[in-house]
Every structure is written in C-alpha cells, then in structure tokens.
C-alpha cells in the first residue's frame, strides 16, 4: 500500500484547507483510516480517524467542530476538511492506514504512512 498526501500550505489563522491522501497498490477500502499531526518538537498525534465504511469517525478534542474527515472507497481518497485554522495547528500532518476495523489512536498501531504535507497557519 502507498499513501501520497498532497494539499498542505500556508494559510492565516481563521482560514481553511482541505488534505487529500491517495491510496494505491493493495488497497481493499476495509481498513481504519487516519489523519496524524506532529509538529517541531513534539510527538506525532492523531488528528481524526475513520472506520472503512466511512460511516463512523472520530476526532481529537482539539480540532472537534473545525476539522472533517471522509473517503471515498471507489477512488481511494481519504480527506481532510479543515476550517477555523490556528496557529496551534501548524504541523506536518499525515495520513496513515491501520489493518483492521477499530480506530486506534496511536501512531504505532498504524501500518502504512504517507509522507506528509506541511500545514502553516499564520497569526
């Protein structure tokens, strides 16, 4: 599996983005799918995750209400919506793709990565 993430930017405080990670190679659209962060210095976090159907997903309390996670299984895209920007969001995020059914909030239970796209919010 190869997951390619793209979208990242520099954008002021209060503005949006939206990440898009593509999947290929063995990819069966029945596995959990996330969104991590991690930024200088600090250590790789979950941002948002979504069960293989898409039809349950689950967010960190920091960006709960601002952020918005989907796929879509036919084109093996996984998104990421994010509005309401702050500075405390600038981080490298990435997508991730965990074997199996259960969202899981630690990066290490996470199989396959993507390589990461910079997100820069200015004040």
């Known amino acids: 599996v190869q997951l390619q993430a793209s979208g990242g930017g520099l954008v002021q405080a209060g503005g949006s983005l939206r990440l898009s990670c593509a999947a290929s190679?063995?990819?069966?659209?029945?596995?959990?799918m996330g969104w991590f962060r991690q930024a200088p210095g600090r250590e790789r976090e979950f941002v948002a995750g979504t069960t293989p159907s898409g039809d349950s997903t689950y967010y960190a309390d920091s960006v709960k209400g601002r952020f918005t996670i989907s796929r879509d299984n036919a084109k093996n895209i996984l998104a990421l919506q994010m509005n309401s920007l702050k500075p405390e969001d600038t981080a490298v995020y990435y997508c991730?793709?965990?074997?199996?059914?259960?969202?899981?909030?630690?990066?290490?239970?996470?199989?396959?990565w993507g390589q990461g796209t910079q997100v820069t919010v200015s004040s």
């Open positions: 190679g063995r990819t069966s659209g029945s596995d959990v």
């Open positions: 991730a793709l965990r074997l199996g059914r259960s969202i899981l909030y630690t990066p290490t239970r996470y199989h396959y």
